[in-house]
């Protein structure tokens, strides 16, 4: 097997990544089976896939499984921090994929790397976040014309996209996988809510017991965090700008109050919300010594570091990922990971099982994308439904779990309208 071109921070680091991928593969059955079908059938051969995606060992298995199905693959990172050094060692050795990504990369060295994954003339594109598709529309126009379709792994991008389409400036079909049930229900807010807490943890060792955290956002994100905390006995604070998502806090027996009130009382924030500057200058005023902030939504925009840098006479590193910033009137406000995604950047982001869905989707997503007939128009589109229940009935499968099914009395009962009391 020949080295592809790729930019990586050491090859040599190839076994141990490999021994992680392997170790993620066995919480990824549905993902496996996609695998070993797509091996038989080869429903990708020759097609050209350029993923912006987290490199984790999870995204490595889905990696193989497109390769598996014929699909030549090129890498590049959705984040400048969450990128596992080992396991894009083991994909340009082992697997002779194209991998642009460095943990702790620039910003600069970021768009670099997802340009010399666009060099690779893409026909299907992945994202976590929509930067790929971004730049292909903006910077990277002379790219456009083979890509075929996409496909989209988080909410911030399906928003994007959405906004990109309202424009009328998408110019291929992508596929919204973040919005399959089998997907945002549970990797949202399952593997948010314990990814988010690892890499908390990780990062200070804190004592979540007795302490009092303040989740920014109720979304299936803000759920998972807030119910985590909750089980490892924080006392959990909610803020949110949606009536419906802040009643549903409130009755799921969690404080909700603003950002503003909020800030006096939080040990440990974490934003979960998708917007800008959800924690700003005047909340800064307002926080006790020694209080953490946590990003854990995708973008690194959600705490207003800039102002925080402002009102700061120093920053310094305390350990890996917590960085105290000193406030001119004494203060300490410790910030994780550069207010970038906490779960990927100080932990290993969100545990295999849940992903395995998530990527099961990415895989039969890419299948629908080459199978629709006619071909499916630009904008953004909806995995099909079948696709979430075959999701989800592998998963159930793979831990042994067996379903009731309606008699033919209760489908006739449910398609029925004449019985009443
Ligand atoms: N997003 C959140 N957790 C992830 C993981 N483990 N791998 C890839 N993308 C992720």
Redesign the pocket.
């Known amino acids: 097997m020949s080295v592809p071109e790729h930019d990586i921070a050491d090859g040599r680091l190839a076994e141990y990544g490999a021994q992680r991928i392997a170790w993620a593969a066995r919480e990824m059955p549905v993902t496996a089976q996609i695998h070993e079908r797509f091996a038989a059938e080869r429903p990708l051969d020759g097609l050209r896939i350029a993923g912006c995606?987290?490199i984790?060992s999870?995204?490595a298995n889905l990696a193989l499984a497109l390769q598996a199905g014929g699909a030549e693959i090129a890498l590049c990172a959705s984040n400048p921090l969450s990128t596992q050094d080992d396991v894009a060692a083991a994909l340009v050795e082992r697997s002779g994929m194209s991998v642009f990504a460095v943990k702790g990369e620039s910003n600069e060295t970021y768009y670099e790397h997802i340009h010399r994954a666009i060099d690779g003339r893409p026909q299907i594109t992945i994202d976590?976040g929509a930067d790929l598709v971004s730049t292909l529309h903006s910077d990277r126009r002379d790219a456009l014309d083979t890509v075929l379709g996409g496909c989209e792994e988080t909410t911030t991008g399906v928003i994007r996209l959405r906004a990109m389409a309202a424009d009328g400036a998408l110019a291929y079909p992508i596929m919204a996988v973040n919005d399959a049930a089998t997907k945002h229900f549970f990797d949202n807010r399952y593997?948010t809510g314990q990814?988010a807490l690892d890499g908390v943890i990780r990062a200070t060792n804190l004592l979540l017991a007795g302490k009092t955290i303040v989740v920014a956002g109720y979304g299936m994100c803000g759920r998972g965090v807030a119910s985590r905390a909750d089980g490892l006995g924080a006392h959990v604070i909610v803020t949110e700008v949606d009536p419906l998502r802040a009643l549903e806090a409130v009755m799921d027996g969690y404080r909700v109050m603003p950002m503003a009130e909020a800030a006096d009382e939080g040990d440990l924030f974490i934003t979960v919300t998708g917007d800008v500057h959800v924690i700003d200058e005047p909340h800064f005023a307002r926080m006790k010594s020694g209080a953490i902030l946590a990003n854990a939504g995708h973008f690194n925009h959600e705490i207003n570091l800039e102002a925080l840098s402002a009102i700061s006479e120093q920053e310094r590193e305390l350990k890996p990922f917590v960085t105290a910033h000193t406030t001119a009137d004494g203060r300490e406000i410790l910030v994780l990971a550069e207010g970038r995604l906490v779960?990927?950047s100080a932990a290993?982001?969100?545990p295999a099982s849940v992903?395995d869905m998530s990527f099961a989707n990415q895989a039969l997503a890419v299948e629908h994308l080459l199978r629709a007939d006619p071909p499916l128009a630009p904008g953004v589109h909806e995995v099909p439904s079948e696709i979430d229940q075959d999701v989800a009935q592998l998963k159930l499968a793979s831990m042994g779990i067996e379903l009731d099914t309606l008699t033919a009395e209760q489908q006739r009962y449910l398609s029925s309208w004449d019985e009443g009391t």
């Open positions: 995606l987290h984790t999870e995204t976590d593997g990814s779960n990927l290993e982001g969100h992903m």
